[in-house]
């Protein structure tokens, strides 16, 4: 079974992808680890427990040796983070799939887009060639596109301008609530 690391679980972005995971029966289909950057060591908290870790513990987010042993890696921890770790572990010879919510590597060369309603054909191009960078779009931009996606399909639009509060959820669930 694959081994995916999980980071950033506890976030507004993270809660709600663990939150919909769980809602899906995603966990049922690999063997999730759960990582931490501030409680390494600490058992699992009680919303993490019967998703199918096989340890009872939390490891460290910033351990390459830990990291390394995930088949794949998704974070919602940010870019700070991202940049921190991604390079390295790359460098340490990981060849897993990092698939990340942060805006760091989203111009980078060896990174996808990830928005399916939209740019499915893209994805799938980008598996048979084996990419292993996987990264979503600005939520704002994506939202968009996803509700124009057939205005777009249709070459119906010439451009879009966007605004929004982000700002505002920017700042953490304990801002927004």
Same mark, same amino acid.
């Given at each position: ?50 998703? @199918? *870790?096989?340890?009872?513990?939390? =490891? ?6 830990? /990291?390394? #042993?995930? $088949? ?63 990264? @979503? *779009?600005?939520?704002?931009?994506? =939202? ?6 057939? /205005?777009? #399909?249709? $070459? ?22």
């Amino acid at each position: 079974m694959l081994s995916v690391g999980i980071v950033g679980w506890r976030g507004m972005v993270g809660s709600v992808l663990v939150d919909r995971m769980k809602a899906e029966r995603d966990f049922s289909t690999f063997e999730p680890l759960f990582f931490t950057t501030s409680n390494v060591g600490a058992p699992l908290p009680k919303e993490l427990l019967g998703l @199918g *870790s096989p340890l009872e513990y939390l =490891l460290d987010a910033y351990s390459l040796e830990e /990291l390394s #042993q995930c $088949d794949a890696i998704i974070t919602c921890q940010g870019a700070d983070y991202t940049q921190d770790i991604y390079y390295k572990l790359r460098q340490s010879g990981w060849n897993g799939h990092w698939i990340d919510a942060a805006s760091a590597l989203r111009m980078s060369d060896e990174s996808v887009l990830i928005l399916d309603p939209v740019n499915r054909s893209v994805i799938d191009a980008a598996l048979t060639r084996g990419n292993k960078t996987w990264v @979503g *779009s600005n939520c704002t931009v994506g =939202l968009m596109l996803i509700a124009i996606n057939g /205005l777009i #399909q249709n $070459d119906w639009v010439e451009w879009v301008s966007t605004m929004t509060y982000q700002s505002a959820s920017g700042a953490g669930a304990a801002q927004v609530k």
